[in-house]
């Protein structure tokens, strides 16, 4: 049996007997959400959705969806909330979101919040991940990309094994939205716009908030204990 197929069922039967995670991942760009959802992904056996991967898969298939949101995303602007929400809407309807999900960049205003509610999703747990801006922009200019499998690496924090080459064999880059002045506006627009969510889920009482540490596995041992404090099997700490 391949590798990944294991690892997938070894989760999934792990993810048994785990409570049911419906999760909002909250945080700046480059707070490592991206990271931690793959990471929860694996553990629980559930699906991690990144609205902004599926955006960039939708440019590079220069799909009339792509062509929309393609100069918002190169500003460091915000897609319109209809297109993103219409996204979000048909990847929940899937059949693998079912037994849970993991939100990554998703809702990013209060108006999508708000949809969420509507759609009647309900959410279980949402960890916001704190980084200040400063390490945010250090973070960003050594974040790497496979445009092919779509894995994230950092060149001091997450390297990939293989250097500047993907685990996959792909040469990795660097996301265009990752370029340092268009990182200090969607640090603007995560601060006027993203922020104000922490107090829409503080007042669900679904907040919790922990702080990105400089060492990954630092901030997965936290990410773990934020998810599991409220583990009510009690198994598989
Ligand atoms: P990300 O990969 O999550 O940093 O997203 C990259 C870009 O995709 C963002 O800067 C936005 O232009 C767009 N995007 C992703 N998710 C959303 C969202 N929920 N609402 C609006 N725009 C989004």
Redesign the pocket.
Known sequence: MKKAESRRKRAAKRGKNMRKLNLILLGA??AG??TQAELISERYGIPAI???????EEIAAGSELGLT?KA??????????E??IG??KSRLARPDCERGFIL??????VP?AEALDQMGVEITDVVSIEVDDEAIARRMSGRRVCKKCGATYHTVYNPSPKGETCVCGEPLTR?A?DDPDVVKS?LA?YHEQ?EPLKAFYKEKGLLKIIFGQEKLEDTTALMRGALESGDVTGKDR
Do not use: H, N, Y
Not at 72 to 81: I, K, Q
């Open positions: 760009p480059g959400k991206g990144s609205t902004g991967a599926i955006i960039r949101v918002c995303m190169e500003r460091g602007e915000l897609a319109p909330d297109v993103v996204i979000i990554d960049g998703f809702p990013r205003t999508q996301r939205d969607r627009v993203t």
